[in-house]
């Protein structure tokens, strides 16, 4: 089996933020210079209370230059991950969602972003999820990131 059929053989795979209660955390920043598109895996094990609103930035450095928000318009979700393992395709409004408040459930989201979403022409070429405050519900994110190039050890995705 060649490493192209691999997730770590043609995907670049960045931790944007290990598994903690998000307050004062913020994620970080992706570069897509080198890829086309990222999807954005965000885990959540929900305890007693809701989760903070999930949103969209882009920069113009990984440093946060110039950030603003970045739409989209849907994801896929899976609320209850002990009971199922099926995504459904959900709509976004106003390019921001507000993760499941049902208590002591596991959930996933997943946002696929095309790099050509991004502001290319106003010099934005990187992007982090956002996460607002949360009480009682521990967040992760991670990038997969696909490369404009095919090389066999994708570049880095956290330096511009």
Partial sequence: MGSKSRLVGNR???????PINPSTSTPDYVCMKNYHHLTVVIAIDNG????????LKQATAVAGTGEKALG???????IDTGAADALAETA????????????????VYVIEIPAASLDVDGGFDCIRVGTADATAAVTSVMYYLD????EDVPPSAIID
């Fill in 12 to 18: 670049k795979i960045v931790q944007g933020l290990a």
């Fill in 48 to 55: 007693t209370a809701t989760g903070g609103a999930i949103t």
């Fill in 72 to 78: 989209f318009t849907k994801m896929f979700q899976n």
């Fill in 92 to 107: 976004v409004t106003s390019d921001t969602f507000t993760p499941s408040s049902v208590n002591d459930k596991n959930l």
């Fill in 147 to 150: 490369g404009r190039y095919g």
